[in-house]
Nanobody, 123 residues
Framework: VQLQASGGGLVQAGGSLRLSCAASRRTFSSGRMGWFRQAPGKERELVAASNWSGGSVYYADSVRGRFTISRDNAKNMAYLQMNNLKPEDTAVYYC?????????????????WGQGTLVTVSS
């Protein structure tokens, strides 16, 4: 499945952004998906993940309570609502997907990746 992430941009600390991930195939709707990010000089890290239905989700400690992952399987879309953004949230954000349905937390559990969208949070 091909993924297209969008919605990044420049925002002041405390602001909000909503990232979107569009999938090219209906198989997206029965598989897991996740949002990862990579800041300059750092390893890629999981931000949030969802099982196929959205009924089981995971958040990294650093974003829990501020970010919300959701998906609209009828539209083959996924979202990451990011509120109360902090400068340390600055990174390239990637959406990822796999055909397996269960929740997964490792990059190796995903085989389709979007191109990334840059989020910059100014202080």
């Amino acid at each position: 499945v091909q993924l297209q992430a969008s919605g990044g941009g420049l925002v002041q600390a405390g602001g909000s952004l909503r990232l979107s991930c569009a999938a090219s195939r209906r198989t997206f709707s029965s598989g897991r998906m996740g949002w990862f990010r990579q800041a300059p000089g750092k390893e890629r890290e999981l931000v949030a993940a969802s099982n196929w239905s959205g009924g089981s989700v995971y958040y990294a400690d650093s974003v829990r309570g501020r970010f919300t992952i959701s998906r609209d399987n009828a539209k083959n879309m996924a979202y990451l609502q990011m509120n109360n953004l902090k400068p340390e949230d600055t990174a390239v954000y990637y959406c990822a997907a796999a055909v397996q349905s269960g929740l997964a937390l490792s990059p190796s559990d995903y085989d389709s990746w979007g191109q990334g969208t840059l989020v910059t949070v100014s202080s």
